[in-house]
């Protein structure tokens, strides 16, 4: 059993960037990042496999999300720039069953308990 646990979430506005961070309790495989806003879905955000040597984006965060890790210390990171109103949701970090960067919730077996982020207009 894997725990994970976020932190780095916050109150920002409009254009301004905050850095998350899952902290794994064990060895994981590939590990995703998704949100939940209120009244809506939980989306995919961004994947990574294990070495980091691929990542995978969704189209709403290319281009300002960056997912990374350090597997020395069992932590993912993801770094969000130019941050929208949009982008307002419970930010979660989940662990692969597998090693390559899934889309697909049903593909992580570990998840976090989330962290709020909230932009401001």
């Known amino acids: 059993q894997v725990q994970l646990v976020e932190s780095g979430g916050g109150l920002v506005q409009a254009g301004g960037s905050l850095r998350l961070s899952c902290a794994a309790s064990?060895?994981?495989?590939?590990m995703g990042w998704f949100r939940q806003a209120p009244g809506k879905e939980r989306e995919f955000v961004a994947a990574i496999n294990w070495s980091g040597g691929t990542t995978r984006y969704a189209d709403s965060v290319k281009g300002r999300f960056t997912v990374s890790r350090d597997n020395a210390k069992s932590t993912v990171y993801l770094q969000m720039n130019s941050l929208k109103p949009e982008d307002t949701a419970v930010y979660y970090c989940a662990a692969n069953r597998l090693y390559s960067a899934s889309t697909y919730a049903d593909d992580y077996l570990y998840w976090g308990q989330g962290t709020q982020v909230t932009v401001s207009s």
């Open positions: 064990g060895r994981t495989n590939a």
